[in-house]
């Protein structure tokens, strides 16, 4: 691009971003040595979402949250809805106006890919902002948190490679080093365009049904009946929750959320598998995390690359019973 007036089109940027982030004021906070985070999330899925988004807003001592960025999954609807879903929480956590939300992408990597040079893309609000962050100078390394499909995240490296240099991705995803899993298989060529990329990236393992990934950090419904009801800062002005009625903290709309939600077993639990993922930054001792070879994922299962002298982080072994606790403590 030709150097016109850069100071105008710098400011002009700037504005369109926060704009198209739904961000009324700046965010003044100081960082403090705090961690700054980006977490990228298909809010309006089920309920960890949710869940995940207020424990990291809510741990502002550890966490400087640069904002909310969402996409959107099979479930909950169209792009939309993950927004006014991601929206509800951060009112609900008192930070409307503080920190921002983000409209990503509706689509996928390949259907996308070829777009990003148009004004208007899908996703454009959420990859732009990334870029954004990604590029300013600050005291430690920005972590990209995704929490649903990695769209967001291939978009914003294939726009501008460089940040690769500039970031930390910790993706809740997969099954590894087992196939299949929501959130990677809703864009598998986002996931492969990453691990051909140089970005450090680190894979909060899943595991559905198994003791050693994120799916083991389950809570109860009564238990969440019993724990959450008035928990969190209250807020000024009630806010409308997802399935009706209104809410002035986000302990009660956890309580919401688990009263509309279908449970598998005879305990009624659920897998906070989100919040796990932002525990293990906050405190990477509640896990245990292997060096590996960059594995590919190739028709639907993962290779062993043996011979890779890239290296991603494993994360498995979570500590159900540290995270939990300090799960509910946050909110208190």
């Known amino acids: 691009m030709k150097r016109v007036n850069l100071i105008f089109l710098g400011g002009l940027f700037a504005i369109l971003l926060l704009a198209g982030c739904n961000r ?10 705090r961690i700054p985070v980006i977490i990228d999330s298909d809010a309006n899925n089920e309920l960890d979402d949710q869940h ?16 909310v960025t969402v996409n959107a999954t099979w479930n909950g609807g169209e792009i939309g809805e993950h927004v006014k879903e991601a929206e509800r929480v951060v009112q609900l956590c008192g930070l409307k106006g503080i920190v921002p939300v983000c409209a990503g992408a509706n689509g996928s990597f390949t ?47 294939l726009k ?33 365009y990453i691990l051909r990329t140089g970005v450090p990236f680190e894979i909060a393992t899943v595991r559905y049904g198994e003791p050693t990934g994120t799916a083991a950090v389950m809570v109860t419904q009564q238990e969440i009946f019993e724990r959450m009801p008035g928990l969190g800062p209250g807020v000024a002005g009630p806010v409308a929750g997802r399935h009706g009625g209104t809410f002035t903290c986000f302990g009660d709309y956890s309580v919401s959320l688990f009263s509309h939600i279908e449970f598998s077993g005879e305990d009624r639990s659920r897998s906070l598998y989100d919040m796990a993922a932002v525990a293990i930054v906050k405190n990477p001792s509640w896990a245990e995390a ?26 498995e072994h979570f500590n159900r019973d540290q995270i939990i606790a300090d799960f509910y403590a946050s909110f208190k």
Request: hydrophobic share 40%.
């Open 24 to 33: 009324s004021a700046p965010d003044h906070r100081a960082a403090g040595g």
């Open 52 to 67: 995940a988004i207020a424990y990291l807003l809510l741990n502002d001592s550890v966490f400087n949250a640069i904002g």
């Open 111 to 157: 259907g996308i890919r070829e777009h990003i040079t148009e004004p208007g893309f899908d996703g454009h609000q959420a990859v732009d902002f990334m870029i954004g962050e990604a590029m300013k100078k600050r005291d430690g390394t920005l972590v990209l948190l995704p929490v649903g499909k990695l769209t967001n995240i291939a978009l914003a490296l």
């Open 160 to 192: 501008e490679p460089s940040m690769a240099e500039r970031v930390r991705v910790v993706w809740l995803g997969s099954n590894y080093p087992g196939p299949g899993e929501y959130n990677l298989e809703n864009d598998t060529a986002a996931l492969s």
């Open 290 to 315: 292997t060096a590996i070879h960059c594995p590919a994922y190739v028709e639907n299962r993962w290779v062993e690359q043996p011979g890779n002298s890239r290296k991603v982080l494993v994360w």
